[in-house]
């Protein structure tokens, strides 16, 4: 069995009282106090949950829309700064190989988040499509912290 792994915010989550759990062999933050205290404080005020064993790859280059655009299912070029669309990114068959949300930070940076348990199919998938286009495709996921 393979050694577990942690998000980028394990130390913070240690730090305050978290208990641990396994989601597929990701070490994942359960709890902090009782789970009426969480809901509580859900229902009252907010609740943050760490999504960041999730895959974060960055799209970057002139050609990023167009990229996307042809790499993804649906127009991703038609969003604009700081939107967000779901998509899918299809297999050539038409399965799919995983559904995303695609960020548009500015027309030449794009962020793609993609399931823990896909990253390197969705990085490979992403990588092999990027022929007659001037973009690039970069695995961020051991660098980015995720929050929802």
């Given at each position: 069995m393979p050694d577990p792994q942690y998000t980028v915010l394990q130390d913070r989550h240690e730090a305050l009282g978290a208990t641990f759990?396994?989601?597929?062999?990701?070490?994942?933050?359960v709890r902090y106090t009782s789970d009426l205290a969480e809901h509580h404080a859900v229902r009252t005020a907010a609740g943050l949950f760490d999504i960041s064993h999730m895959a974060e790859i960055e799209i970057v280059g002139p050609e990023a829309p167009a990229f996307l655009d042809f790499a993804l299912a649906g127009r991703l070029s038609a969003l604009v700064d700081d939107q967000a669309k779901y998509s899918l990114l299809l297999a050539p068959d038409g399965g799919i190989i995983d559904d995303l949300?695609?960020?548009?930070?500015?027309?030449?940076?794009y962020l793609v988040i993609a399931n823990a348990g896909n990253r390197?199919?969705?990085?490979?998938?992403?990588?092999?499509?990027?022929?007659?286009?001037?973009?690039?495709?970069?695995?961020?996921s051991d660098d980015v912290a995720l929050l929802a």
């Open positions: 759990t396994d989601f597929g062999g990701w070490m994942m933050p949300i695609v960020y548009r930070h500015s027309a030449e940076r390197a199919e969705v990085v490979t998938a992403l990588r092999e499509r990027t022929d007659g286009f001037e973009v690039h495709v970069d695995d961020v």
